[in-house]
């Protein structure tokens, strides 16, 4: 499957931990994008990367968010100290032609 | 602010039924993207559109993209129960960046 894949699927945890999630975009793409999608929304703008180079940052990415692409290769989004308002679908996104984004299978997270 | 207003919200047809649900902006987008979405899982991407006026078939659906590239529409003919799903679209503005601003998409249900 060379499609962009996501890791955990679902991912539970107590308010106050950490928690990291992996994306895998596809291998030629050198943009990734990541998302967060709350019920009953669409997707929204968190950040993206070109290569190992993050470009640019959405207000929603606060300062317990960081998101890294050592390698330009996988990236990861990690949430520090969560809390109950972060539960949400979190997607990652491979970029291709025309401006289409493709998205992996998400990683929904749950905070209790 | 919501760029993309997308109706109706919700739609529940007969099998067979035609159907055309409509994504709007006041703002010009440089390219337009459909998905569908399944409980659970990633949007996956049906079409992207970059030209105004265009219009493009994917075997029972018919994406088009209005001349002042704004507003788009999804006419699905002749429904069938696997097209139940969430319908967003999706537009990346001018520049650079390509990030897409979501409309909070159309939940089609077909009965059989």
């Not at chain 1, 070109?50 to 998101?67: G, I, M, P, T, V």
């Not at chain 1, 109950?84 to 291709?96: I, K, N, R, T």
Request: glycine fraction near 10%.
């Amino acid at each position: 499957d060379t499609g962009v894949s996501q890791d955990p699927r679902h991912k539970i945890t107590k308010r106050g931990q950490n928690v990291t999630f992996r994306c895998d975009p596809i291998s030629e793409h050198n943009r990734l994008y990541w998302y967060r999608q709350t019920l009953g929304q669409g997707p929204e703008f968190l950040t993206y990367f070109q290569n190992e180079a993050q470009l640019e940052k959405s207000r929603l990415l606060s300062d317990r968010f960081s998101a890294e692409r050592p390698k330009g290769s996988f990236s990861t989004l990690e949430i520090q100290r969560t809390e109950q308002g972060d539960s949400a679908m979190y997607l990652c996104a491979s970029f291709g032609m025309e401006g289409a984004q493709y998205f992996g299978p998400g990683t929904r997270l749950l905070v209790l | 602010t919501q760029l993309l207003e997308q109706s109706p919200q919700f739609l529940s047809i007969q099998e067979g039924e035609n159907l055309t649900v409509y994504c709007n902006s006041s703002s010009v987008f440089s390219s337009l993207q459909w998905y569908r979405q399944e409980p659970g899982e990633g949007p996956v991407l049906l079409v992207t559109v970059v030209t105004g006026g265009e219009v493009k078939k994917l075997k029972r659906l018919t994406f088009q993209f209005g001349d002042a590239r704004k507003d788009s529409s999804l006419h699905i003919t002749a429904a069938q129960p696997g097209d139940t799903g969430l319908y967003l679209c999706a537009g990346a503005r001018g520049g650079s960046n390509y990030k897409l601003t979501f409309g909070k998409g159309t939940l089609l249900t077909v009965n059989p």
